[in-house]
C-alpha cells in the first residue's frame, strides 16, 4: 500500500519541520513555496561582502531543532554549527547607562547592583519565571494543547491557577523587579513574540527562562545555515521542495480537502499542511465567508510587524555587543502606541545586530554590518501608512542611535536595505505584514493562537506562528513537530 500524500503549503521553518517529521513518519511528503528558496522569514541579504540575518537573528532551545535529524540517526551538528553568546546581550537607556545580560549569577549580580537592584531580585524573578517555564513546558509546548479544554484535562485545576493568570505580564516583572531599568529589560522579553508586556498574561514571564536556562546562540556564518542545513536533511530523506510555486486555490469536496494548485496545476493530496498563516490561508486560498474570517479576526489579531533596517558600515563600533537593545526613554508609552492606538512610535525601542562581534565572515574587514528592528504596527485599512510615513521613522530611528552613542552613523553607511511591513506581508504572505503570528493579549486571547486542525476540514493542518504555541523559531518548529503527531495519531 503506497503512503498517504501530505502536501505542504510554504516553506518557512514550522512548514519545514512538519515535513520532515511527516516523512520520518512514513508520510510522502511535498512542498510548495512560493519564494525562491526555503526558510520563510528565516531569510538573508548578501550584498558588497555584508552578510545580514533579514529574519531571525537569535536561536534558542536548539534541543528542540535536535529533533529534527534524531529520527534518521543524524546529528544536527553534522548539519549546522552553532556558538553560545556572551552578553547574551547589551542594553543601552537615554541616560547613558549600559546593561548587559549573562546567564551566569555572578555576574548578573554584579550587573543589578549597578543601578541598584538587589540581586537577589533578579533570582528571585527567575525562579518565578522557570517555574512558570516548566508548567508551559509540560502541556501547552510539548503536548501541543490548543484550548481550554485541553488545558483543563491535562492540568487540572490547582495547576491551572499556578499559571498568574489574573496578572499581565508586566505586573508580574514589576511584583519581582524595582528599578526601571530591569523592570524594562524583562519586560522587553516580549519582543520574542511582538506583543505587549502590558497586555500580554503574565505566564508569558516563562521566556527569560529560555535563555537564561538553555542559553542564547549563534549559527556560525548566519543564522540562515540553519535552513541550509535543513535543506539537505530533505534531500537526504527525499522530500521534493517546489520553488517558486505560490499556492492560488485549496480544493475540496465537501468537509474534506483535496488538493491544491500551484502555478496553474492542480496537486491531489490527503492531507493537506498550510505554513501560510490562518487567516489569509482561509481568506485567500478557500475562499471562507467574510462571517467566518471576521470570528477569527476577533480573537486572532496579528502581532506587530517591524521596520527592518540593514545597514553596512565602513567602520566599526566598539561599545555594541553582538545583539543590543537601545530603550525607549518611556517603554509603556512607546507598547501604547504600538499596540493600542496602533500609531508609529515617537521613541521605539530598538533592537539592534551587529553579528561581526561574533563573526568576522559578515562584514569586510575593520566593517559592520547592522540589522536594525524596531517594532512598529501591523498595516491597518482604516489608517493606511506610506512608505514616506515609514521613512521619516527611519530617520528617527537612525538620530536615536547617533544620540545614544553611535555617533556620525549616517556618515558611515555604504549599504542601506530597508523594508516596511508592506514588503513584509509582500514576501511571506504573512496577516497585515505581522512578523510573529498571532498576538499575545490577555483580554483577547489569553495568549491562545489557532488550532493546529482545521475546525472546518479534518485533513487540513496549520502550523506556525499564527498556530499554537505561537511565534519565533524553536516555538513554530516545535509546532511542526505537534502536527506531525497529531496527523499520525488522526490517521490512525
Known sequence: MSAKKVIVIGAGLGGLSAAISLKQSGYDVEIFE?????????????????????????LTLPHIFERLFEPSGKRMSDYFSIRSLR??????????????LYPEPDKMATEARKVGEPPENIERFLKYSADLYDLTNDGYFEQGLDNWQGFAKHYGLFKFFQFDLFRTMHQGVASHLQTQYFRDIFDFFIKYVGSSAYRAPAFMNAMPTIQFRYDLWYVDGGLYHIALGLQRLMEELGIKVNLNAEVSDVRREGKRVTGLVANGTFHAADIIVSNMEVIPAYEKLLNEDKAFIASLEKKLEPTCSGLVIELGLDCQYPQLAHHNFFFSGHQKEHFAKVFERYELPDDPTIYLVAASK???????TGCDCLKILPHIPHIRDDHPLTREDYSKLKDRIIDKLERMGLKHLRKHVVFEHFWTPLDIRAQ??????????????RWKNLAFKAPKQSTLYPNLFFVGGSVNPGGGMPMVVLCGQNVAKKIVAWDK
Open 34 to 58: 512560493k519564494n525562491a528558496q526555503i526558510g520563510g522569514k528565516l531569510n538573508v541579504l548578501k550584498e558588497r561582502g555584508y552578510t545580514f540575518d533579514l529574519g531571525p537573528s537569535i
Open 87 to 100: 552578553p547574551h546581550w547589551r542594553n543601552f537607556f537615554e541616560d547613558g547607562v549600559t546593561l548587559d
Open 358 to 364: 561574533t563573526d568576522p565572515t559578515v562584514a569586510p
Open 428 to 441: 511571506y504572505n504573512s496577516n497585515k505584514g505581522s512578523i510573529y503570528g498571532v498576538v499575545s493579549d
